[in-house]
């Protein structure tokens, strides 16, 4: 699209979809999604285990409860925030589950992992 008279356009009070309905037709449309949520978010860039605290781990925690949910075998545990011995247990239950070393240390493969999963079992890929 030309930037030149698009400013112009805007400048006179038009919307987007008029200035682009301006300079290609009446039959362009402007698609809308629904907001995705519960995406997970990058590895924090240290091990979280036992004593850890914050987002990171309370992130974990609500992501191996969904988990959970299909896999059985993996504890359910209190979204609380701070990695203590239910927590480790639980991921190293996840651990055991998914082929990764049983430390229940959540490191940079474990992190992506569980989001992996998550994401699986969430259908949140399908938004």
């Not at 309905?21 to 362009?28: A, K």
């Not at 091990?47 to 299909?70: C, F, K, P, Y």
């Not at 992190?111 to 999963?117: A, G, T, V």
Request: proline share 4%; aromatic share 10%; hydrophobic share 40%.
């Amino acid at each position: 699209m030309t930037q030149w008279g698009s400013k112009e356009l805007g400048d006179q009070g038009l919307t987007a979809i008029q200035i682009i309905r301006n300079f290609y037709g009446s039959n362009m449309y402007i698609n809308s999604a629904n907001e995705v949520a519960g995406v997970p978010a990058s590895w924090p860039g240290s091990n979280l285990t036992i004593g850890s605290r914050g987002d990171s781990v309370r992130m974990i925690q609500e992501q191996l409860n969904a988990v959970s949910d299909v896999y059985t075998v993996i504890p359910k545990i209190a979204v609380d925030g701070v990695y203590g011995q239910q927590t480790a247990n639980a991921v190293s239950a996840f651990q055991q589950t998914f082929g990764l070393p049983a430390n229940g240390i959540v490191d940079f493969p474990t992190w992506y992992r569980i989001s992996e999963i998550y994401v699986a079992v969430t259908r949140i890929a399908e938004l």
